[in-house]
Structure formats: C-alpha cells, structure tokens
C-alpha cells in the first residue's frame, strides 16, 4: 500500500486514508458564502436569491445563529441546485464596516434577503430555524410572474393594483430574462403579468414590448421606450411606476416603512374623502419631489390610525389632518385648509428639517413676529405655538429585545 508523509505530520498516512480524508472534507465543507468588499456586489447581481446573515462574532446571539444557517445552507443546496439560484451569505460586519454601514445594520444578527441583485424590504423576523430559513427561500423563489394565456385576460385583471405588462415572442428570450428578474425585485410593489405565443401576434406585431398599467384605467397604459435587456433601466423605470411618490401606510406595511429610516409626512383621512387625498398628491408633487430621499410621503385611513389621532388631540370627527412623525415627536399641521396655498406644506417639512419643530418643543416658540391683521389698524402678536406628543409610529419598528448592540460591551 503507498504510504506517505504529510506536511507538518510526524506519522505516515496511507493513501487510501488520505482518499477517505479528502471525501469527508469535502461532505463538510462549508455552504454558507463569506461575503466580503471584493465579492458581495458580483454575488449578489450574479444569483436570483441571496439571504444574508450579518453577523459579529463578538455576539453570542450570532454565534447561535451560525449553525442553523449553515445547516439550512446545506438544505438548500441540495433542494435549489441551480447554478445563480440561491446563496446563503455571511458578512462579518466588524470586518467589513462600510457594508454593514450600507445596508443600516446596527445590530445583530440581522438577516436579509436580496432578490435579483435588490435588497427585500421586509427584513427576516421570523422564526429562526432550519426549516423556516429554507421555507423562506422558497417563497421568494415562486415566480413572480404570471404568465397570461390569452390577450382576453389582460382587461380583467385586477383594477386595484399597479400591473407592469410584457409581450414576448419567446420565453426564451433575453429581453423576457430581463424582465423577470425586474419582477423579482419589484414583486412586492407590482403584479407583473407577460404573454407570448401565437395568441398575442396582435400585440406582438411592432415587436416585443412592455408598459404600466396604473391602478383603476384601461387607456392609460405607459410604455417603456428604453432597451429591453437593461436591467437596471428597465428597473429604474418599473420602481418610478410602482412605487409612487405617495403611498398608503397599513397595519400590514407599518413596519417597513419605518425601517427606511425616515420621518413621515401623513394626511390622515377619511377614505371617501378623495378630494383631500388629490389635494396632497398633487402639492407633494408640485413642491416636495425635491424632498422624496428625506421624507415618506403617506396618507393613512384615519377612521383605522386612530392611535395617533389621539395623541394628537384629535379624533375622526376631526379628519383630515397633517402630521409629521419624525420618529421623536409628532407635529400637527397647523390648518388642513392651507394644504393648497403655495409653500404652506412645504414650509412645514422645511421646519423639521431646520431643527424649528424640535426647538421649539424643548426652548419654547421663537421669538414671536408681529403681523398686522388685514383690515386692523393694530398689529398683533403671533404666539402660536407648538406642542408636540412623542412619535407614535416609531412604535412599529422592531423589538431591540431580540438583538446584541456594540455598546453593551
């Protein structure tokens, strides 16, 4: 039998073992990526689901975490062997502090999910075991298109919500590639929907082609005009239609959209009164575009938001009503009537942002203006003042219970 010395080893080792050896190390090695400056942008534009374990060693919470991850890595592996279909990746974020600095990770462990090269909104919360991790993996990985059978459907299909539509000659083409990997990033925000074959040879006569459906019209459809196979045009284009300047914040939506980090400007309303909801839009659109990467822009059922409401001193019988919740304190719009008057709304996130709102709650108002009263020859004191109550909807961010935070060292 040959035989032969290992490196740094004071015995001798048979081949056959050595062969044995090699087999094991191979079964263990291990299935989760690390991810690192040099390799996490090419993985994650490279695979169509990343789940990501932020991690920091000193943290006895991550340390747990580490095997069951690992383990599921394996199941995964297994169950979605695809080449570019799924990675189970670790960063060490006390290693790699400016990508734990770019995806807000504050503590730990914390995991997210990227699916075609996009961070997912929701952050994994839920249960952390093998089982669930994989199950996670594979709801992300259902398709996110629906494929139609005939162009009949396309008038039919949901009214409410906001559709991105496709015709292809071919499944196979590189274009359709391309927009499945869009709706993978965007399915959360839009119902994307593609057809192709002989029944759509109508729709498929100038080519293949894809356009926007908004909410509740048939003849406003909008079409995309760049090139097919952009990625990152055609998804700059798709998140533009999907995600509007303006959304609604729900019970179910609450909490990712406090995880962007930024303060809300909302108009609590009644949900038949659109009058007041078109009023917003449009001021936010014509004065506060500017503003969209420093505040959400919200409206809220305020017959359902009636927590706020009341720590704002208001009720429904009061709606509607205009806040900002900065994530410390709530301030309440002076007049709801002032929405359409130039520069009113405006003024007001100005002020958060100046630091006026908050100093004023802590130092008083600033020094009061004298104003004459149109019609009065005497010129009186403006002594409003602001009075603001702790921000409410912070609230709906997640526990820290749960996490390990540097400073505890």
């Not at 032969?4 to 080893?9: A, P, S, T, Y």
């Not at 927590?307 to 709606?319: A, E």
């Amino acid at each position: 039998m040959d035989s032969f010395r290992l490196k740094g080893c004071g015995y001798l080792v048979s081949s056959t073992v050595f062969l044995l050896c090699c087999v094991v190390c191979h079964t263990n090695q291990q299935a989760t990526v690390d991810l690192m400056d040099s390799n996490m942008d090419n993985i994650l534009q490279h695979n169509d689901i990343v789940f990501v374990n932020f991690y920091a060693n000193w943290c006895r919470f991550s340390q747990m975490l580490k095997p069951i991850f690992e383990e599921a890595a394996k199941v995964a592996q297994q169950e979605f062997p695809g080449q570019g279909q799924v990675v189970f990746g670790g960063l060490d974020c006390d290693k790699y502090p400016a990508l734990a600095k770019k995806y807000h990770i504050s503590k730990y462990p914390t995991l997210k999910l990227f699916r075609g090269g996009q961070l997912a909104k929701r952050e994994y919360r839920s249960q952390r075991s093998k089982d669930a991790f994989v199950s996670h993996i594979r709801d992300n990985l259902k398709d996110p298109l629906v494929k139609l059978t005939n162009p009949d459907e396309v008038p039919n299909l949901d009214e409410s919500k906001r559709k991105v539509i496709g015709y292809f000659k071919s499944y196979e083409d590189a274009e359709y590639t391309a927009f499945r990997r869009v709706a993978s990033s965007l399915r959360d925000d839009c119902s994307f929907f593609a057809g192709s074959g002989e029944a759509f040879s109508k729709e498929l006569a100038p080519g293949n082609s894809i356009m926007y459906r908004p909410p509740r019209s048939i003849d406003q459809d909008m079409l995309f005009m760049g090139s097919m196979t952009n990625v990152e045009l055609l998804r700059a284009w798709s998140t533009d239609k999907c995600i509007p300047l303006v959304r609604e914040i729900t019970f179910e939506n609450g909490e990712e959209l406090t995880e962007e980090g930024l303060p809300f400007l909302i108009l609590f309303h009644k949900p038949e009164d659109t009058e007041v909801v078109r009023q917003y839009n449009d001021m936010i659109l014509r004065e506060l575009i500017s503003e969209r990467g420093n505040m959400n822009f919200l409206t809220a059922d305020g017959t359902k938001f009636t927590h706020p409401l009341h720590h704002l001193g208001k009720t429904p019988k009061d709606l509607p009503v205009i806040a900002i919740d900065s994530f410390r304190h709530m301030y309440l719009f002076p007049n709801i009537a002032d929405v359409p008057v130039p520069g009113k709304l405006k003024q007001f996130v100005l002020d958060l942002h100046s630091g006026k709102l908050h100093r004023e709650f802590h130092h008083g108002p600033d020094p009061a203006i004298q104003k004459t009263v149109p019609g009065s020859p005497k010129t009186v004191i403006d002594t409003d003042q602001t009075d603001p109550p702790e921000s409410q909807f912070v609230k709906l961010m997640p526990s820290e219970n749960r996490y390990s935070f540097r400073d505890e060292l």
